[in-house]
């Protein structure tokens, strides 16, 4: 599954059963974010009986899967009144019951409040995941009430080559050395650029989600790589709200070597 990296958290918190009842997603790019979404969704509902789920999830034409769009300039109340009425029983076909609001920003006041009530009395078998180019067009209160992950899509989806096997050589050196200058000598002395930085935490992140995927029958393998993960995750999460790239690979470094005794 091909997923936007920062999306995959979501799939961790499945997972480890941690799993948030709503989540308000920022992107550039929502019809591609939608499909991300769609791709988890498949995997949140798997049960053993539900052998045609994803092909109705491709279809649209899953019960227990409601995507709201905007009608017309907004999403109405009535809409989100109709979610209402669908999921006041539990779902057959798959574990939860889950909507989809795209262009969430585009809420009004009357449709906001409605949604509220979702986010304010959560239901255990109901997840939601709304999605919008701008979070601070969305109320407060929904905000307060969701877990909210920033995604951000390149028009040019291709890994760059150089940064690959620059990182491939960096976690070897993290892991195989006790060089303090690496960061010096293997990032900093190429990129220095924010988005660079960030480019290569992604990398580093897929690279270990796939180890993490790869080993699912070795829990201690798998409890490496789930700590690796959390830490590059939340190196992205500190570079996001500009931290010091310099102190932030320095730390990255420390934990990870840490994590690997």
Same mark, same amino acid.
């Given at each position: ?49 539900? /052998? ?6 491709? @279809? ?31 779902? $057959? ?33 109901? $997840? ?82 796939? @180890? ?23 190196? @992205? ?6 931290? /010091?790239?310099?102190?932030? @690979? ?12």
């Amino acid at each position: 599954m091909d997923v936007a990296d920062k999306l995959k958290v979501i799939i961790k918190q499945y997972e480890k059963n941690m799993l948030s009842h709503a989540f308000l997603i920022q992107t550039n790019n929502t019809d591609k974010c939608l499909e991300d979404i769609k791709e988890i969704v498949k995997v949140i509902n798997k049960t053993k009986t539900s /052998n045609n789920l994803e092909k109705l999830i491709d @279809l649209n034409n899953l019960p227990s899967l409601v995507i709201i769009e905007p009608d017309g300039m907004f999403i109405k109340k009535g809409q989100l009144e109709e979610l209402e009425k669908k999921f006041s029983t539990k779902p $057959i076909y798959s574990k939860y019951n889950t909507y989809i609001i795209t262009n969430a920003d585009k809420m009004n006041d009357s449709s906001a409040n409605t949604i509220l009530k979702f986010l304010e009395e959560p239901e255990s078998n109901i $997840i939601g995941f709304l999605i919008a180019n701008n979070k601070e067009n969305v109320l407060p209160t929904i905000r307060s009430r969701c877990e909210i992950i920033n995604v951000d899509y390149k028009k040019d989806k291709t890994i760059d080559k150089e940064k690959k096997e620059l990182v491939d050589l960096y976690v070897d050196k993290i892991y195989n050395t006790n060089d303090y200058l690496i960061n010096k000598n293997i990032i900093l002395s190429k990129y220095s650029e924010r988005t660079d930085i960030e480019e290569i935490l992604s990398i580093m992140f897929d690279k270990f989600y796939e @180890l993490y995927k790869d080993n699912i029958n070795d829990n201690i393998k798998r409890s490496k790589y789930d700590k690796v993960l959390d830490i590059i995750q939340d190196k @992205l999460n500190i570079l996001r709200y500009n931290g /010091n790239i310099e102190l932030l @690979l320095d730390s990255l470094v420390i934990e990870m070597r840490r994590s690997n005794d």
